[in-house]
């Protein structure tokens, strides 16, 4: 489960019945409230979290537990601080992983504008760093991704 601190009021994104978080900035992008929920893989849980900065705000599906060892599709849908949808072919995503290696890729562009999907493998249980880079001022998104443990009921 993702442990990030809800900032719902803050970032006037409330209604979405999603949590909300925000990645350290002061002025945050929002997110259109007709924006549908990111698309996950048919039939695997997931949770939708928000993150922000000045220039940019995004929604990430990620899968409810993250297994070490195995793939997993991740699905991120991007909005500039305007609410349009961001379209572009470099949106660079990199993983940090408990040891310190760091991998990067390009998130694919879906069919849906500003919807990018990727698959990531997580090789190691711990508390990964998932680090989003639109390119769009100096924006940089962080999102803590707990590999290996199970989600609390």
Known sequence: MLALTPLHHAL????????HHHAAATTAATVPATAPAAT??????TEQLIVSDAWVALRIAVPLTLEPGASH???IEVWDADGRPLDTTDLVVTFAGPGGAVIGQAAAPARERGVYRL????????????????????????????VGTRPQS
């Open 73 to 75: 599709d991740l699905t």
């Open 119 to 146: 698959r990531a493998r997580f090789d190691d249980p711990g508390t990964w760093t998932m680090r989003v880079f639109p390119p769009l001022g100096d924006s940089m998104l962080q999102i803590p991704l707990e």
């Open 12 to 19: 006037g994104l409330d209604g979405f019945g999603v949590p």
């Open 40 to 45: 996950p893989v048919p039939g695997e849980p």
